[in-house]
């Protein structure tokens, strides 16, 4: 079973920038989809960014053209890059990775952006 390791988080200003990786156990080239999620204190968990194994990406309106996703699958590791970062951003961030049947979590990294 693979796992997924998150990393990078930690505290802000407005308007500056995070990279957050992911490291997985073992392979993530069966993992058609690597994605991240976030999750506010008394908010639902909203997706952020996920990529395919074309590398096709996509993002919600409120994240697109500030956050960058990528991967690697010969590192096992998928990264997101967020620049301009707002208060709105801070959250857990979470790294999820779907294979056939099957999808993985990791344990979150906490993003506050504050003054």
């Known amino acids: 079973q693979v796992q997924l390791v998150e990393s990078g988080g930690g505290l802000v200003q407005p308007g500056g920038s995070l990279r957050l990786s992911c490291a997985a156990s073992?392979?993530?080239?069966?993992?058609?989809?690597m994605g991240w999620y976030r999750q506010a204190p008394g908010k639902q968990r909203e997706l952020v960014a996920f990529?395919?194994?074309?590398?096709?990406?996509y993002y919600p309106d409120s994240v697109k053209g500030r956050f960058t996703i990528s991967r690697d699958n010969a590192k096992n590791t998928v990264w997101l890059q967020m620049s301009s970062l707002k208060p709105e951003d801070t959250a857990v961030y979470y790294c999820?990775?779907?294979?056939?049947?099957?999808?993985?979590w990791g344990q979150g990294t906490q993003v506050t952006v504050s003054s």
């Open positions: 999820n990775g779907v294979e056939p049947g099957r999808d993985y």
């Open positions: 073992g392979s993530i080239s069966n993992m058609t989809l």
């Open positions: 990529i395919n194994n074309a590398g096709h990406t």
